[in-house]
């Protein structure tokens, strides 16, 4: 995934609002507040609360 800097200043996790941090396989955008992360799809960020995997349960792209 290479998300724009731009993009990813200004996204934040629809839960809190907080800022997200690129997953280390650049395959999702993590929230460190809520424990969760957001996939990224075709580098298109799936930003939606009810798609959101919790940290420990995360394997990367399928």
Sequence with gaps: MTL?????????????????????AG??????KCKVV????????IMLVDQAVPETDWTGSK
């Design 27 to 32: 395959d999702g955008l993590a929230c460190p």
């Design 4 to 24: 724009n800097k731009d993009l990813l200043d200004i996204l934040a996790c629809p839960k809190c609002k907080g800022g997200l941090t690129p997953t280390p």
């Design 38 to 45: 957001y996939p990224v799809r075709n580098d298109i960020p």
